[in-house]
Protein backbone atom coordinates (compact mmCIF):
# COMPACT_ATOMS: atom_id res chain seq x y z
CA UNK A 1 0.00 0.00 0.00
CA UNK A 2 1.02 3.50 -0.34
CA UNK A 3 3.21 4.84 2.94
CA UNK A 4 5.48 8.07 3.87
CA UNK A 5 8.34 7.92 5.55
CA UNK A 6 9.49 11.22 7.29
CA UNK A 7 13.18 12.19 8.63
CA UNK A 8 12.69 11.32 12.39
CA UNK A 9 13.09 14.02 15.11
CA UNK A 10 13.70 16.25 16.71
CA UNK A 11 15.17 18.96 14.63
CA UNK A 12 16.48 21.77 16.77
CA UNK A 13 18.13 24.61 14.99
CA UNK A 14 19.07 27.97 15.49
CA UNK A 15 17.07 31.38 13.86
CA UNK A 16 17.92 31.90 10.11
CA UNK A 17 19.26 28.10 9.99
CA UNK A 18 18.50 26.70 6.31
CA UNK A 19 15.86 23.33 7.14
CA UNK A 20 15.52 20.72 5.33
CA UNK A 21 12.85 17.73 6.16
CA UNK A 22 13.59 14.88 4.08
CA UNK A 23 10.58 12.92 3.06
CA UNK A 24 9.95 9.88 0.68
CA UNK A 25 6.95 8.06 -0.43
CA UNK A 26 5.61 4.58 -1.76
CA UNK A 27 2.80 4.73 -4.43
CA UNK A 28 1.64 3.37 -7.73
CA UNK A 29 1.24 5.90 -10.05
CA UNK A 30 1.08 9.78 -9.04
CA UNK A 31 0.14 10.90 -6.14
CA UNK A 32 -0.61 14.63 -4.71
CA UNK A 33 2.04 15.24 -2.06
CA UNK A 34 1.29 17.77 0.60
CA UNK A 35 3.21 19.81 3.46
CA UNK A 36 0.55 20.07 6.95
CA UNK A 37 1.88 22.00 9.86
CA UNK A 38 0.69 21.50 13.37
CA UNK A 39 1.72 24.21 15.97
CA UNK A 40 0.98 23.94 19.62
CA UNK A 41 -2.28 22.94 20.62
CA UNK A 42 -3.85 23.35 17.25
CA UNK A 43 -5.14 21.52 14.36
CA UNK A 44 -3.15 20.67 10.92
CA UNK A 45 -3.12 23.55 8.21
CA UNK A 46 -1.97 22.72 4.82
CA UNK A 47 1.25 24.50 4.23
CA UNK A 48 1.99 23.67 0.55
CA UNK A 49 0.98 20.93 -2.16
CA UNK A 50 2.81 19.61 -5.66
CA UNK A 51 0.09 17.69 -7.85
CA UNK A 52 2.62 16.10 -10.55
CA UNK A 53 6.27 15.40 -10.85
CA UNK A 54 8.56 18.57 -11.22
CA UNK A 55 5.92 20.53 -9.76
CA UNK A 56 7.13 22.69 -6.77
CA UNK A 57 4.64 23.99 -4.13
CA UNK A 58 5.83 26.88 -1.89
CA UNK A 59 4.34 29.29 0.76
CA UNK A 60 5.31 31.07 3.86
CA UNK A 61 9.18 30.80 2.93
CA UNK A 62 8.86 27.19 2.50
CA UNK A 63 9.24 25.05 -0.56
CA UNK A 64 8.90 21.41 -1.93
CA UNK A 65 9.45 19.97 -5.17
CA UNK A 66 7.96 16.33 -6.54
CA UNK A 67 10.44 14.42 -7.40
CA UNK A 68 8.92 11.56 -9.02
CA UNK A 69 12.55 9.87 -9.94
CA UNK A 70 13.24 9.50 -6.21
CA UNK A 71 10.16 9.56 -5.05
CA UNK A 72 10.55 12.30 -2.75
CA UNK A 73 9.15 15.64 -1.87
CA UNK A 74 11.52 17.35 0.98
CA UNK A 75 10.25 20.50 2.42
CA UNK A 76 13.38 23.66 2.73
CA UNK A 77 13.22 26.53 4.22
CA UNK A 78 15.97 29.28 3.15
CA UNK A 79 16.24 30.77 7.09
CA UNK A 80 14.09 29.51 9.71
CA UNK A 81 12.07 31.47 12.74
CA UNK A 82 11.25 30.63 16.21
CA UNK A 83 7.60 30.99 15.11
CA UNK A 84 8.57 27.61 12.99
CA UNK A 85 8.79 25.72 15.80
CA UNK A 86 5.33 23.17 14.81
CA UNK A 87 5.64 19.33 14.24
CA UNK A 88 5.48 18.88 9.94
CA UNK A 89 3.38 15.91 8.30
CA UNK A 90 4.47 15.02 4.84
CA UNK A 91 1.24 13.16 3.13
CA UNK A 92 -0.06 12.08 -0.05
CA UNK A 93 -3.10 11.35 -1.36
CA UNK A 94 -4.18 8.95 -4.21
CA UNK A 95 -7.29 6.81 -5.18
CA UNK A 96 -9.45 6.40 -2.22
CA UNK A 97 -8.84 10.11 -1.47
CA UNK A 98 -7.44 9.34 2.19
CA UNK A 99 -4.66 11.39 3.14
CA UNK A 100 -1.62 8.76 4.19
CA UNK A 101 0.44 11.04 6.42
CA UNK A 102 4.08 10.49 7.93
CA UNK A 103 5.12 9.88 11.05
CA UNK A 104 5.63 13.57 11.80
CA UNK A 105 8.73 15.89 12.38
CA UNK A 106 9.41 17.98 15.55
CA UNK A 107 10.87 21.45 14.68
CA UNK A 108 12.37 23.29 17.46
CA UNK A 109 14.04 26.82 16.22
CA UNK A 110 15.99 28.32 18.89
CA UNK A 111 16.09 32.45 19.12
CA UNK B 1 -15.90 32.21 10.20
CA UNK B 2 -14.42 28.59 11.41
CA UNK B 3 -13.86 26.54 8.02
CA UNK B 4 -13.69 23.44 10.01
CA UNK B 5 -15.30 23.18 13.69
CA UNK B 6 -15.61 20.62 16.30
CA UNK B 7 -17.36 20.02 19.25
CA UNK B 8 -15.84 19.51 22.21
CA UNK B 9 -12.13 20.59 22.35
CA UNK B 10 -11.37 18.13 25.18
CA UNK B 11 -13.57 15.73 26.53
CA UNK B 12 -12.43 13.50 29.58
CA UNK B 13 -14.42 10.51 30.22
CA UNK B 14 -14.71 7.20 32.51
CA UNK B 15 -14.07 3.38 30.50
CA UNK B 16 -17.43 2.21 29.35
CA UNK B 17 -18.84 5.47 28.24
CA UNK B 18 -20.56 6.47 25.49
CA UNK B 19 -19.47 9.89 24.01
CA UNK B 20 -20.35 11.88 20.68
CA UNK B 21 -17.91 14.35 18.83
CA UNK B 22 -19.29 16.90 16.43
CA UNK B 23 -17.90 18.15 13.66
CA UNK B 24 -19.19 20.74 10.86
CA UNK B 25 -18.02 22.51 8.02
CA UNK B 26 -19.10 25.76 5.66
CA UNK B 27 -16.61 25.16 3.24
CA UNK B 28 -19.55 23.74 0.85
CA UNK B 29 -16.80 20.42 0.33
CA UNK B 30 -19.53 17.44 -0.16
CA UNK B 31 -16.61 14.99 1.33
CA UNK B 32 -15.86 14.91 5.25
CA UNK B 33 -13.22 12.88 6.96
CA UNK B 34 -12.11 11.64 10.78
CA UNK B 35 -8.41 11.40 11.59
CA UNK B 36 -6.90 9.58 14.54
CA UNK B 37 -4.00 11.33 15.95
CA UNK B 38 -2.04 8.95 18.79
CA UNK B 39 0.20 9.68 21.53
CA UNK B 40 3.55 9.88 19.11
CA UNK B 41 1.63 12.11 16.95
CA UNK B 42 0.70 9.49 14.01
CA UNK B 43 -2.17 10.16 11.72
CA UNK B 44 -4.68 7.83 10.10
CA UNK B 45 -7.85 7.77 8.61
CA UNK B 46 -10.91 6.28 10.44
CA UNK B 47 -13.80 7.39 7.88
CA UNK B 48 -14.90 9.48 5.37
CA UNK B 49 -18.29 10.44 3.82
CA UNK B 50 -19.36 11.83 0.73
CA UNK B 51 -23.09 13.49 0.90
CA UNK B 52 -24.09 11.78 3.84
CA UNK B 53 -22.47 8.46 2.40
CA UNK B 54 -20.01 5.93 3.84
CA UNK B 55 -17.11 5.72 1.79
CA UNK B 56 -13.88 4.81 3.62
CA UNK B 57 -14.02 2.75 6.83
CA UNK B 58 -11.08 1.87 7.72
CA UNK B 59 -10.98 -1.27 9.93
CA UNK B 60 -12.03 0.52 12.80
CA UNK B 61 -13.68 -1.21 15.72
CA UNK B 62 -17.89 -1.12 14.99
CA UNK B 63 -17.45 0.89 18.74
CA UNK B 64 -16.90 3.72 16.59
CA UNK B 65 -20.33 5.12 14.44
CA UNK B 66 -19.96 8.03 12.40
CA UNK B 67 -23.29 9.68 11.47
CA UNK B 68 -23.62 12.09 8.88
CA UNK B 69 -27.19 13.93 8.72
CA UNK B 70 -25.78 16.55 6.01
CA UNK B 71 -23.12 17.23 4.09
CA UNK B 72 -22.53 19.54 6.47
CA UNK B 73 -22.09 17.35 9.17
CA UNK B 74 -20.27 14.56 10.78
CA UNK B 75 -20.49 13.20 14.33
CA UNK B 76 -18.60 10.46 16.05
CA UNK B 77 -20.30 8.41 18.13
CA UNK B 78 -17.87 6.04 20.22
CA UNK B 79 -19.44 3.42 22.67
CA UNK B 80 -17.91 1.26 25.75
CA UNK B 81 -14.66 3.68 25.72
CA UNK B 82 -11.40 1.95 26.31
CA UNK B 83 -8.16 3.63 27.17
CA UNK B 84 -6.61 2.96 23.95
CA UNK B 85 -9.13 5.62 22.57
CA UNK B 86 -7.74 7.95 24.21
CA UNK B 87 -5.81 10.56 21.20
CA UNK B 88 -6.73 13.67 19.19
CA UNK B 89 -9.92 13.28 17.11
CA UNK B 90 -9.43 15.54 14.02
CA UNK B 91 -12.45 16.48 11.53
CA UNK B 92 -11.33 17.20 7.82
CA UNK B 93 -13.66 18.10 4.71
CA UNK B 94 -12.19 18.01 1.02
CA UNK B 95 -13.49 18.16 -2.64
CA UNK B 96 -11.73 15.78 -3.97
CA UNK B 97 -14.28 15.12 -6.91
CA UNK B 98 -13.24 18.84 -7.66
CA UNK B 99 -9.99 17.69 -8.07
CA UNK B 100 -8.58 19.57 -5.03
CA UNK B 101 -7.10 17.21 -3.18
CA UNK B 102 -6.38 19.28 -0.25
CA UNK B 103 -7.72 18.41 2.97
CA UNK B 104 -9.04 21.14 5.79
CA UNK B 105 -8.83 20.08 9.12
CA UNK B 106 -10.57 21.15 12.93
CA UNK B 107 -9.01 22.25 15.56
CA UNK B 108 -9.04 18.38 17.11
CA UNK B 109 -10.88 17.08 19.97
CA UNK B 110 -8.76 15.52 22.28
CA UNK B 111 -10.18 12.57 24.36
CA UNK B 112 -9.29 11.21 27.88
CA UNK B 113 -10.50 8.19 28.70
CA UNK B 114 -9.56 7.00 32.61
Known amino acids: GNSVTQMEGPVTLSEEAFLTINCTYTATGYPSLFWYVQYPGEGLQLLLK?????DKGSNKGFEATYRKETTSFHLEKGSVQVSDSAVYFC??????????FGQGTRLTINP | DTAVSQTPKYLVTQMGNDKSIKCEQN?????MYWYKQDSKKFLKIMFSYNNKELIINETVPNRFSPKSPDKAHLNLHINSLELGDSAVYFCASGNPQGRSYEQYFGPGTRLTVT
Open chain 2, 27 to 31: LGHDT
Open chain 1, 91 to 100: ALIQGAQKLV
Open chain 1, 50 to 54: ATKAD
